[in-house]
T-cell receptor, first 112, second 110 residues
Framework: ETGVTQTPRHLVMGMTNKKSLKCEQHLGHNAMYWYKQSAKKPLELMFV???????ENNSVPSRFSPECPNSSHLFLHLHTLQPEDSALYLC???????????FGPGTRLTVT | SQQGEEDPQALSIQEGENATMNCSYK?????LQWYRQNSGRGLVHLILIRSNEREKHSGRLRVTLDTSKKSSSLLITASRAADTASYFC??????????FGAGTRLTVKP
């Protein structure tokens, strides 16, 4: 248990669906992150939030929309995804940016 | 964009042997971190080494950093079957967030 939880753990969705991934951290951290992990590819940083403000968006398609309502919660809203978006989506948090990160267990997403 | 690159991509050893994984990077860094990931799970932080440090130990783990060569190594001594996992290095360049490599897949055979 790292203190970072993600729900759901598995998600299958069609290309026309809208769904959301949820991340919650119980560590009192100020920074939260979304990563995408595809098979045999490096971990891709998608979004960074620091003190609830988005500080980095790595050219992520607009079909991925993050939301950080408070420092403990982070969402990733998904709509009209493509099959190549199937991957493990990992959430992480850290005390502040540039400190070691604590990862959640991930959401395994399959787009059909 | 990727920063750290691990080498080898895959490593298979017998229980009790030592495992060494390497990481190379391209730009100056503030610190370098090693993480472990069991199949399909989240990453677990192992060690952080700062740019002014050359070596750090944590239990059976030993990490070295050579900033002149822009490289780091992770040594796991007296490996166990439970050490089977993927190991990633991540670099913090200070002006952006951490960049991970593609990882080394370690298999420790009982």
């Amino acid at each position: 248990e790292t203190g970072v939880t993600q729900t759901p753990r598995h998600l299958v969705m069609g290309m026309t669906n809208k769904k959301s991934l949820k991340c919650e951290q119980h560590l009192g951290h100020n920074a939260m992150y979304w990563y995408k992990q595809s098979a045999k590819k490096p971990l891709e940083l998608m979004f960074v939030y620091s003190l609830e403000e988005r500080v980095e968006n790595n050219s992520v398609p607009s079909r991925f929309s993050p939301e950080c309502p408070n420092s403990s919660h982070l969402f990733l809203h998904l709509h009209t995804l493509q099959p190549e978006d199937s991957a493990l989506y990992l959430c992480a948090s850290s005390r502040d940016r540039f400190y070691e990160q604590y990862f959640g267990p991930g959401t395994r997403l399959t787009v059909t | 964009s990727q920063q750290g690159e691990e080498d080898p991509q895959a490593l298979s050893i017998q229980e009790g042997e030592n495992a060494t994984m390497n990481c190379s990077y391209k730009t100056s860094i503030n610190n370098l971190q090693w993480y472990r990931q069991n199949s399909g799970r989240g990453l677990v932080h192992l060690i952080l080494i700062r740019s002014n440090e050359r070596e750090k130990h944590s239990g059976r783990l030993r990490v070295t950093l050579d900033t002149s060569k822009k490289s780091s190594s992770l040594l796991i001594t007296a490996s166990r079957a439970a050490d089977t996992a993927s190991y990633f290095c991540a670099t913090d360049a200070g002006n952006n967030d951490m960049r991970f490599g593609a990882g080394t897949r370690l298999t420790v055979k009982p």
